[in-house]
């Protein structure tokens, strides 16, 4: 690499190019609009229900795969067992996957005559498909590898001789887990989450198939955004956009602060 003066010149120059530019473009054109109608585009009943569907769904997805990514995540790294490589190569799926088919397929699947749908449906009485379950499935859905691809170099890398030890001398299996491995992971796990968060937030592709988009019900956010584009309304979308991006980056900032102490208390 060159020196520091002109690396940290093109960072500066590239992150500028595709970053800060198309940020402050957005908040230039919504700085056109007056305070009222502002407060009116993005306050309405409407667009409200869709905050509420996304960042709800989102966060409700990304803790989900705090938990299970994080399972998943321990028996690719712990245990050996048939048909590890492929479980493994399938945790990249959603990654490779196109957005647009992911939502079809589980649409496919969970709507009311699909291969599981009309069981969870017809058996249960719980109708996922076309409600705000089928948003937080699909959010669930694109949100997995990041969690497990996070967590999974931290646990290749953790000391062995840790656990050995607490083990020696008396500790439990849920102790050791609690005490020695949890403090490791935890800022992996919060990382995977916040990725997993801000994936969510921004998913289209993926929900739109098996919301069913219905107002006030299954709307997302994205999707007013492309409403109120389609209907020429631009100041309106972006004024919405600002308040999505604001508010992911006040999560964002949060979880990395806890992130920051959470390491700092395992060095203690």
Known sequence: MPGFKLSLGFTIFYLTLIVLIPLSALFLKTFTMTWEAFWSAVTSERVMASYRLTFGASLIGAAINVVFGGIVAWVLVRYRFPGKRLIDALVDLPFALPTAVAGITLTALYSSNGWIGQFVEG?????????????????????????????????????????????????????????????????????????????????????????????????ITPLFIITKLEQYDYTGATAIAVVMLVVSFIMLLAINLLQAWARGKSRK
């Open 123 to 219: 058996k249960l009485g719980i109708k996922v498909a076309f409600t705000p379950l089928g948003v937080v499935l699909a959010l669930t859905f694109i949100g997995l590898p990041f969690v497990v691809r996070t967590v999974q170099p931290v646990l290749e890398d953790a000391e062995r001789e840790l656990e050995e030890a607490a083990a020696s001398l008396g500790a439990s299996s849920w102790q050791t887990f609690s005490r020695v491995v949890f403090p490791t992971i935890l800022p992996s796990l919060l990382t995977g989450f916040a990725l997993a968060f801000a994936r969510a937030t921004g998913e289209y592709g993926s929900v739109i198939f098996i919301a069913g988009n219905m107002p006030m019900v299954s709307e």
